[in-house]
């Protein structure tokens, strides 16, 4: 007498099978989301100490970081951050010019004990700080929004200055002078974290508050561009933030002061 020895599986095991593969999955998924809480948390902290710094270094030398003249010789004091007298043009915004590139030098605790900054660079001769939030290799650039991109010059009927978290491909021209515009490469945080981030030190609405979903552009003639409050395709319409996009589409942008109540 033969006896088939093939045998499969039983509902039960089957069952069992199902529940451990799911509690695998959730327990990615949970220990996912507490690692990105953690870099939200991460980076809070680091915008919280950049603006305690801004905070000190404008009591002692009355004007902002890179935008003073009494202690950068590009700074123009007018209150923006922006290409100073580099370019010699009211209000004009570079992307790696001037006071925007000057912004974190003049605060880094290398030059300005006070402030306990230390700017670890993002690269040869950048000068701007890893970010805590978003692909590695992002980082924080401080400037003056400006109204839209057509516009290279900082926003005078709403003036405010901004850190925002640029993916490393953005910044991989930093020193020549520009910047890559925001797009799904150069972008640097997903909708997801964006959202938690806005949530977290904001109101959680994309286009209102002192976090927004916001985009920098590039401009090579006369090699300058701009910070703006444009939503970035992919990152959120309107005021919801796209969360149901798996992938980075956003750059951040953080009114300076805004965590210290002394907004700039």
Not at 10 to 23: D, K, R
Not at 25 to 48: N, R
Not at 65 to 85: L, R
Not at 244 to 258: H, N
Request: glycine share 10%; charged share 15%.
């Amino acid at each position: 007498m033969i006896y088939n020895m093939k045998k499969g599986f039983t509902l039960v095991e089957l069952s069992i099978v199902l529940v451990i593969i799911g509690l695998l999955i959730g327990g990615i998924l949970v220990a996912q989301s507490m690692i990105d809480s953690s870099k939200v948390s991460s980076f809070v902290a680091q915008i919280q100490q950049a603006d305690a710094a801004v905070a000190s270094f404008k009591d002692r030398f009355r004007y902002l970081p890179g935008d003073a003249p009494n202690y950068s010789s590009v700074g123009d004091g007018d209150g923006y951050i922006d290409c100073g007298s580099v370019c010699g043009a009211t209000n004009h915004i570079g992307n790696w010019r001037g006071e925007i590139a000057n912004f974190w030098n003049n605060i880094d605790s290398n030059t300005y004990a006070a402030s306990g900054v230390n700017v670890s660079t993002s690269g040869s001769s950048k000068n701007v700080p890893l970010s805590k939030l978003g692909k590695s290799g992002s980082s924080i650039v401080a400037s003056a929004k400006s109204p839209s991109y057509a516009n290279w010059v900082a926003d005078t009927t709403s003036p405010a200055n901004y850190y925002a978290i640029l993916g490393p491909s953005a910044t991989t021209q930093i020193g020549i002078y520009y910047f890559s515009t925001t797009s799904a490469t150069t972008a640097a945080v997903k909708p997801t974290n964006a959202l938690a981030l806005d949530r977290k030190i904001d109101d959680g609405v994309a286009n209102t508050g002192h976090t927004l979903s916001g985009s920098f552009g590039d401009y090579f003639n006369p090699d300058v561009g701009a910070l703006n409050t444009t939503a970035a395709s992919g990152c959120s319409s309107g005021a919801a933030y796209t969360v149901a996009t798996d992938s980075e589409q956003c750059t951040p942008i953080i009114r300076i002061g805004a965590q210290t109540g002394d907004l700039q």
